[in-house]
């Protein structure tokens, strides 16, 4: 398989894989922000520029979706923006107050929503609507609530990789603090992705890519 191509973006050091497949087509995964940083690495890599397909994005949180205003623009309809239901309200015109209220909780201020609300294109709604179970490019979508009510995993089965949004990193998990977090609900969520294939590689929302193997055995659920 092609590794996941890396851009470490936006103020909270937001992880942003761009995922090649078949035929030079790319998932962007989680494009938090720098849509500028995301293009570049598109365009320049070794194997010649990748066209994306898909915008996952593992949840709503602005730190994971602030650059997909942008990247819509400039591919149009040629890439489908991506999420499940539960969190498809961070999206689309009335999504304004949904970041506010979920900034305000995790800042204390909801001040700098107003600057990037007005300096890029508005906040385009999903092409596609995800549920458990929905399959989408190479990856089988896993609803895995907690960190927010529509939190997903994106699992490439046959290469044995999973993209964790918020809910699993690297020696911990995600925050349940904020609105629609629920803590009982990210412990089942964690519980079943420790019982994947414990080879399984682990790509999170920040922080350093792991293993469900290193993961299960070093956190308690």
């Not at 497949?21 to 890599?45: H, Q």
């Not at 990748?50 to 979706?65: N, Q, R, S, V």
Request: aromatic share 10%; proline share 7%; net charge negative.
């Amino acid at each position: 398989m092609k590794y996941p191509l890396l851009s470490v973006v936006g103020p909270v050091s937001t992880n942003c894989w761009i995922y090649p497949y078949a035929d030079g087509c790319a998932a962007i995964i989680d494009p938090g922000d720098e849509a500028d940083v995301i293009i570049s690495a598109l365009k320049n890599i070794n194997s010649g520029p990748l066209k994306p397909e898909y915008i996952l994005l593992t949840h709503g949180h602005f730190d994971h979706i602030c650059a997909v205003p942008q990247l819509k623009n400039v591919f149009k309809d040629d890439v489908k923006i991506a999420i499940h239901s539960l969190d498809a309200n961070y999206l689309g015109p009335d999504a304004y107050n949904t970041h506010k209220q979920s900034m305000k909780a995790a800042m204390g201020d909801a001040s700098i929503l107003d600057y990037y609300w007005n300096a890029f294109p508005g906040m385009p709604s999903a092409d596609i609507i995800l549920e458990e179970g929905s399959t989408i490019g190479p990856f089988t979508a896993l609803h895995i609530p907690g960190h927010t009510p529509g939190s997903m995993a994106f699992w490439d089965r046959e290469n044995g990789v999973l993209f964790t949004g918020d809910t699993l990193f690297q020696r911990g998990y995600g925050r349940t603090d904020l609105p629609g977090g629920n803590e009982k609900q990210i412990c089942e969520s964690l519980r079943r992705l420790f019982a994947m294939e414990s080879s399984i590689k682990v790509y999170p929302g920040h922080g350093d890519a792991t293993t469900i193997e290193q993961e299960s055995k070093g956190i308690q659920v």
